[in-house]
């Protein structure tokens, strides 16, 4: 059966970026494939963070899955550092990848620009990352378009590996959405909307009210020319409104753009539309708090299962390059 891995940092609150570019794919694939979804911890420690924020945001994150509707029992869900497996291989992936290649991902140039200070994690970020992956033999990671890169660092490791040392992982494949793989920022749509916005009314958060979504809908920056027409390059706020549109209603973006000739009407509709899918989300993101206990409880069953593959597949690597076992 196809595998399926993916993973979320807990670094701060779901937005509707990870939702369309992530969750609702990990939803629809849980009832056709194996799925391991996983909260990266491990990599929430590459940026500055605070340890009890890092506690809790962990124990959120994994509500945030139940919540955009990934079904406890249709799939494993864990946290990264319960399998510590995730580290080991790491490190045999750092041995494998190499500094150029390192170098050259966007996210850490982008991530590391202009700090006096650097951690070293951040620059090794995707050897972990690849590591996640290739320990579940995942053929399949559904992620949004900013992860292609690390996904084509993974595919070519494993390659790299598997000539050097023999067939040892699975070659896996990134699942990107046909449409908003990138959701924009609001009030800078020439960037994606993130966790780190410095404007909260760029971002929508999977927990905002419906009154807080229709004004941030609402105060979305467009252009002045006034024409609805699909145009990333020139008209990039009004096309991130155009693509929600289409990607919430399962709408083709030329049928939306067809649909509206102000952008009023598009954005009195979309917010519409956008309350009427994140509504089922918030409710459940607050049945599932009322339990904290039931999800610590789920994670710990998550992590055992996934050690159980995890454990394997590092023992085939260690084997592969040589260490020798222990007698
Ligand atoms: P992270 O935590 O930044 O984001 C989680 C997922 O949400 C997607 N996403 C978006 N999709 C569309 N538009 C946006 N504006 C947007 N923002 C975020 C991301 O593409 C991602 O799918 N490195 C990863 C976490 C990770 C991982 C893994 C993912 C670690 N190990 C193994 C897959 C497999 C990250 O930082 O995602």
Redesign the pocket.
């Known amino acids: 059966m196809t595998r399926v891995?993916?993973?979320?940092?807990p670094?701060g609150a779901l937005?509707l970026?990870?939702y369309?570019?992530?969750f609702r794919q990990w939803a629809a694939d849980q009832w056709e494939f194996d799925c391991f979804y996983?909260v990266?911890d491990l990599?929430g420690l590459t940026v500055e963070f605070d340890p009890a924020d890092l506690r809790r945001r962990t124990l959120e994150t994994a509500v945030g899955f139940l919540a955009a509707g990934v079904e406890p029992e249709q799939c494993t869900l864990f946290v990264q550092s319960h399998v510590h497996e995730h580290a080991e291989l790491a490190w045999l992936i750092e041995c494998t990848a190499s500094f150029g290649e390192l170098s050259r991902m966007t996210q850490f140039k982008e991530k590391s620009h202009g700090r006096e200070s650097v951690k070293a994690g951040l620059f090794t970020?995707p050897a972990?990352?690849a590591a996640?992956?290739l320990l579940y033999d995942a053929d399949r990671?559904?992620?949004?378009?900013?992860?292609r890169q690390?996904l084509e660092l993974t595919r070519d490791v494993a390659l790299r590996f598997n000539h050097r040392y023999g067939e040892t992982f699975v070659v896996p494949e990134a699942a990107v959405p046909r449409q908003?793989?990138?959701?924009?920022d609001l009030q800078h749509p020439g960037s994606?909307?993130?966790?780190s916005a410095e404007s909260p009314q760029g971002t929508i958060d999977l927990l905002d009210t419906p009154e807080q979504i229709a004004q941030k809908v609402r105060r979305a920056v467009t252009d002045t020319d006034g024409e609805v027409r699909y145009d990333p390059e020139h008209k990039p706020g009004l096309s991130n409104l155009l693509e929600l549109m289409a990607a919430v209603t399962g709408r083709s973006i030329d049928d939306v753009a067809a649909a509206y000739d102000r952008y009023g009407p598009l954005k009195a509709d979309l917010a519409e539309a956008l309350v009427e899918a994140l509504g089922p989300v918030r409710e459940r993101y607050e049945t599932y708090s009322s339990d904290p206990a039931e999800i610590t409880a789920l994670l710990d069953q998550g992590a055992e299962k996934a050690a159980g593959v995890a454990s394997k597949t590092l023992a085939r690597a260690k084997d592969a390059m040589g260490l020798l076992p222990r007698g």
């Open positions: 891995f993916s993973g979320v940092q670094s937005h970026g990870n369309l570019g992530a996983c990266v990599h970020y972990l990352m996640d992956i990671v559904p992620v949004g378009d900013d992860q690390h908003a793989a990138r959701v924009m994606k909307m993130s966790k």
